[in-house]
């Protein structure tokens, strides 16, 4: 199922914030964020029986969420979507990442999902089921989870509007602290809505919080392996930020070039 929550293009100094909780068979192991080998560079955590993953970023500041999209039956996909969410991080930009899944849908099925791809430029979420559907992301709270974006039906997307809305949240240190305790709002009662999700043999297995910013020094990367009412929210920003300065690197010495041959 998961959970993801973008708070987009609302903090100058941080255009992408983002929370997400990930559900999954608690016998589906996984692999903490890491840097992904390759160009470019990809910090995300690895699903150990696809080989896929179910969010991340890339050096260019590209991010990539994917939840699990409710459909009326099986689509029988011919190929796991945490492959494709890594194919999308390969990407140099969230438009680039759109055509890449417009293409990739069109040759190959997959089970359902939603897919968010964003940078500091353009947003979209991706409905995959028996078509697709692409909706820009408006600035401000952007919410999904196994439904449409922003699902007024949907409890646990109410919910989490509900509770990230309580306060004004105009900086990333107040987004972070908030979402942190808003996604580890622990299971209250049979059938109520929870952020954390804990059935016998399916829960939340990890939750991640993300600030990416203008500069790469300013970026967070926090994950919890486990459920976040229960585990600790790890650091991972050195990770991130350094990737990130990476890409900058590399895109000065790109404009350099093109500069001194023009």
């Known amino acids: 199922m998961c959970l993801l929550a973008v708070q987009y293009r609302l903090v100058p100094e941080s255009p992408i914030l983002v929370a997400a909780n990930r559900e999954e068979y608690y016998s589906r192991s996984s692999l903490s964020p890491s840097i992904q080998s390759g160009k470019p560079r990809v910090l995300c955590g690895i699903d150990q ?4 993953t179910w969010l991340g970023v890339n050096q260019n500041g590209v991010f990539v969420g994917l939840c699990n999209r409710a459909t009326t039956m099986p689509l029988f996909g011919q ?3 945490g492959l ?3 194919d999308l991080l390969r990407c140099t930009s969230a438009d680039k990442a759109l055509d890449k899944a417009h293409a990739e849908f069109a040759k190959t099925r997959y089970e359902g999902c939603n897919i968010i791809v964003a940078d500091a430029k353009s947003g979209y979420a991706i409905h995959a ?3 697709q559907e692409v909706v820009e992301l408006h600035d401000g709270l952007n919410i999904i989870g196994a439904r449409n974006l922003n699902d007024p039906e949907d ?3 109410r919910m989490a509007r509900r509770l990230l809305t309580l306060q004004t949240l105009d900086s990333p240190v107040k987004f972070l602290a908030v979402a942190s305790k808003v996604f580890a709002r622990a299971p209250v009662g049979p059938g109520r809505p929870s952020m954390v999700i804990r059935n016998n043999d399916y829960g939340t ?3 991640t919080l993300i600030a990416l910013g203008v500069k790469p020094r300013d970026a967070i990367y926090q994950f919890s392996n486990g459920a976040p009412d229960e585990a600790k929210y790890e650091d991972y920003s050195p990770m991130l930020r350094d990737i990130l300065s990476r890409g900058l690197r590399e895109a000065r010495t790109k404009a350099k070039t093109t500069n001194s041959e023009a």
């Open 49 to 52: 029986k696809a080989g896929g």
């Open 79 to 81: 190929r796991s979507r």
């Open 84 to 86: 494709l969410a890594l």
């Open 129 to 131: 089921d028996e078509r």
């Open 155 to 157: 409890q646990r997307v």
């Open 205 to 207: 297995l990890c939750s």
